[in-house]
């Protein structure tokens, strides 16, 4: 869901600070949405428990969002070649996708 929303925040919008702005703001949002959403899910699990439920949710959430404002972005440059791939372009290979996730 993540990178169909920012592939939908490159494709629609022209380059410049306007995008780059929402590209930031769509990428913490999302971070901190799915974190909450994780910790909100697993709380219901019999096995966990919260010593103060709130700060979970609000604190824990923001710091596990910040595993998601790296990865977001980085899940989407991983495919970005696959936005501009053209009929008869070279095709993505197994190996390019190992070199491109080890940077």
Same mark, same amino acid.
């Given at each position: 869901?993540?990178? *169909?929303? =920012?592939?939908?925040?490159?494709?629609?919008?022209?380059?410049?600070?306007?995008?780059?702005?929402?590209? #930031?703001? #769509?990428?913490?949002?999302?971070?901190?949405?799915? *974190?909450?959403?994780?910790? =909100?899910?697993?709380?219901?699990?019999?096995?966990?428990?919260?010593?103060?439920?709130?700060?979970?949710?609000?604190?824990?959430? *923001?710091?596990?969002?910040?595993?998601?404002?790296?990865?977001?972005?980085?899940?989407?440059?991983?495919?970005?070649?696959?936005?501009?791939?053209?009929?008869?372009?070279?095709?993505?290979?197994?190996?390019?996708?190992?070199?491109?996730?080890?940077?």
């Amino acid at each position: 869901f993540s990178n *169909a929303c =920012l592939r939908k925040v490159v494709t629609s919008y022209e380059a410049g600070i306007k995008r780059t702005v929402l590209y #930031v703001s #769509v990428v913490i949002v999302l971070s901190y949405f799915t *974190a909450f959403m994780e910790t =909100l899910t697993i709380s219901s699990f019999p096995y966990y428990s919260f010593e103060d439920r709130n700060m979970a949710y609000t604190v824990g959430s *923001a710091f596990y969002g910040i595993y998601f404002l790296v990865s977001f972005p980085a899940f989407h440059a991983f495919d970005e070649d696959l936005d501009r791939m053209e009929k008869g372009s070279k095709e993505i290979t197994l190996w390019d996708t190992f070199v491109s996730s080890c940077g």
